[in-house]
């Protein structure tokens, strides 16, 4: 499984790259703040909206320490889509929030 740390996935967003994220915490998780632009899907409906995801773009998934977006990750993989875990989560993000 790929991995990215907090602080290189924020260096790809302050230099404008155009990046899929996801976050797979919980509501109540993702009412705390989440990355700018990421697209919220909690882990447990993954499987039945993965028609939200195109297999030909490239994913990064975070959660709140990094477990659950690695769960998303090796779900997706044997998917077929192509990701990256975000390794130790919202914990260890230090950017913006919206």
Same mark, same amino acid.
């Given at each position: 499984? #790929?991995?990215?740390?907090?602080k =290189?996935? =924020? #260096? +790809?967003?302050?230099?404008?790259? +155009?990046?899929?994220?996801?976050?797979?915490?919980?509501?109540?998780?993702v009412?705390?703040? #989440?990355?700018?632009?990421? +697209?919220?899907?909690?882990?447990?409906?993954v499987?039945?909206?993965? =028609?939200?995801?195109? #297999?030909?773009?490239?994913?990064?998934?975070?959660?709140?320490?990094?477990?659950?977006s690695?769960?998303?990750c090796?779900?997706?993989?044997?998917?077929?889509?192509?990701v990256?875990?975000?390794?130790?989560?919202?914990?260890?993000?230090e950017?913006?929030?919206?």
């Amino acid at each position: 499984m #790929k991995e990215i740390s907090a602080k =290189e996935l =924020e #260096k +790809k967003l302050t230099a404008g790259e +155009k990046l899929n994220i996801v976050d797979v915490r919980e509501d109540e998780e993702v009412a705390t703040g #989440k990355i700018p632009g990421a +697209k919220h899907i909690p882990l447990g409906q993954v499987p039945e909206r993965l =028609e939200e995801l195109d #297999k030909n773009e490239h994913y990064y998934m975070v959660c709140r320490s990094g477990g659950r977006s690695g769960n998303a990750c090796q779900f997706l993989i044997q998917e077929g889509y192509n990701v990256t875990n975000m390794v130790g989560g919202m914990l260890a993000w230090e950017g913006e929030m919206e």
